[in-house]
């Protein structure tokens, strides 16, 4: 009696198993990263708005015909799609569109700096944190004592210490949201610390330093990362509102908070010269919202509503 082979299954045998935390485990999950991300309309849409907001800062130079501190006495108040003047200009004859692309510039550096500052001071305490128990109680109430203050309270104060200027807004409105990276990272540590492949390192007597560097970073850096697109338009608007009062970025330096200042005397007699920076800060704090909710569900579908 002669058996009847068996025909192999279409399309070959099934892939091998990926370990969690693992490098293929780490490249699986970022290709169905991006195909979530093409896949999310909205997140499209913030893409595609952060995306134009970049192009027309660093372009700057290039898509504008005047110089941002440019006056011209001769033509203040322009209305908008006046010849030459596509947003028209603000009191002291200068075009509200440079100004604007150049601002836009202005508060994306400060995000960027901001940005930086928090996650390269509140990731290693959060990983600390989160790893070593004796020194939890220790960040927390540290944490918990910024965390009792407004952001914007702790801002304008080092600010006032530090000095009106780009890099000291940034600086403060990076140092304010520092407690916050520090607990998202902190949670973030303590949960992955209790999976099976931190288990088993910690098995194989691997040190704390490389468990955390090769196992806990890795496996925390998408939580980072959308932490960090939060951060961003807090960062801007808080630009925009620090430089409005008069403790940002300095005159003639253009900065949307600092239009925004210039043009609420005249509301009423040109209106675009406030409008138009407003819609600006708007279009870049939606971008980043819309981009990171649609990141923050491609990197965890479980937190879709």
């Given amino acids: 009696m002669t058996s009847t082979p068996v025909d192999p299954p279409v399309g070959g045998p099934p892939p091998p198993p990926t370990t969690p935390g693992s490098e293929a485990d780490l490249g699986s999950r970022r290709g169905r990263v991006v195909r979530e991300l093409l896949g999310n309309p909205l997140g499209l849409v913030g893409g595609g708005l952060l995306l134009l907001v970049v192009l027309v800062a660093v372009l700057a130079p290039l898509i504008t015909a005047y110089s941002p501190t440019e006056v011209d006495f001769d033509l203040p108040f322009q209305k908008p799609l006046t010849e030459g003047y ?3 200009t603000d009191d002291l004859g200068r075009d509200v569109w440079t100004r604007i692309a150049y601002g836009a510039r202005a508060s994306l550096l400060v995000g960027l700096i901001a940005v930086g500052l928090a ?34 309270v702790i801002a304008v104060g080092l600010a006032a210490i530090n000095g009106a200027s780009l890099t000291g807004a940034a600086v ?15 949670a973030e540590t303590i949960r992955v610390k209790q999976l099976e492949f931190v288990t088993a390192a910690r098995s194989l007597d691997a040190s704390s330093g490389r468990i955390l560097a090769q196992h806990v970073l890795p496996n925390t850096a998408s939580t980072i990362i959308v932490q960090a697109t ?13 430089s409005f009062l008069g403790l940002g970025i300095q005159p003639p330096t253009p900065s949307l908070g600092i239009m925004l200042s210039d043009a ?27 981009f990171g909710d649609a990141l923050r569900d491609a990197l965890d579908p479980t937190s879709r509503r």
């Fill in 86 to 88: 596509p947003l028209g």
């Fill in 230 to 242: 939060v951060i961003m338009p807090v960062a801007v608007i808080g630009e925009a509102i620090l």
């Fill in 172 to 186: 403060a409105l990076g140092i304010s949201q520092v407690p916050t990276m520090v607990r998202v990272v902190r």
């Fill in 119 to 152: 996650v390269a001071v509140g990731t290693p305490l959060g990983l600390a944190a989160g790893w070593w128990g004796w020194l939890d109680a220790i960040v927390s109430r540290l944490t918990d004592l910024m965390l009792a203050f407004p952001f914007l």
């Fill in 264 to 290: 609420q005397q005249y509301i009423f007699r040109a209106p675009s010269a406030a409008i138009f920076p407003g819609v600006a800060i708007a279009v870049i704090c939606l971008g980043f919202n819309l």
